[in-house]
């Protein structure tokens, strides 16, 4: 069974940077495309970033130029990294392992961007 553990969320004032990471264990982690989803509440689950086996990026239009995903496959680790925050992007994040329909989700961690 995947597992799949998010860290790094938190609360944060507008302006401000947070990383997020994702460790999977019981993977074959270099051959998945992983992602960054997030939900706010009241929302829908939106795709936030991806990024394929080969590195190939991909970014909401509302995080393009602010948020970077990037993969460390010797630590079957993903990251987020999160800067010029915004009280919009306030949200519970979930880690995304593989692709539809066997997709499996991470636990989910709180980001807080306070104005």
């Known amino acids: 069974q995947v597992q799949l553990v998010e860290s790094g969320g938190g609360l944060v004032q507008a302006g401000g940077s947070l990383r997020l990471s994702c460790a999977a264990s019981?993977?074959?982690?270099?051959?998945?495309?992983m992602g960054w989803y997030r939900q706010a509440p009241g929302k829908q689950r939106e795709l936030v970033a991806d990024?394929?086996?080969?590195?190939?990026?991909n970014y909401a239009d509302s995080v393009k130029g602010r948020f970077t995903i990037f993969r460390d496959n010797a630590k079957n680790t993903v990251y987020l990294q999160m800067n010029s925050l915004k009280p919009e992007d306030t949200a519970v994040y979930y880690c995304?392992?593989?692709?539809?329909?066997?997709?499996?989700w991470g636990q989910g961690t709180q980001v807080t961007v306070s104005s």
């Open positions: 019981g993977s074959i982690f270099s051959i998945r495309t």
């Open positions: 995304a392992h593989g692709l539809p329909p066997r997709r499996r």
């Open positions: 990024i394929t086996s080969g590195f190939t990026t």
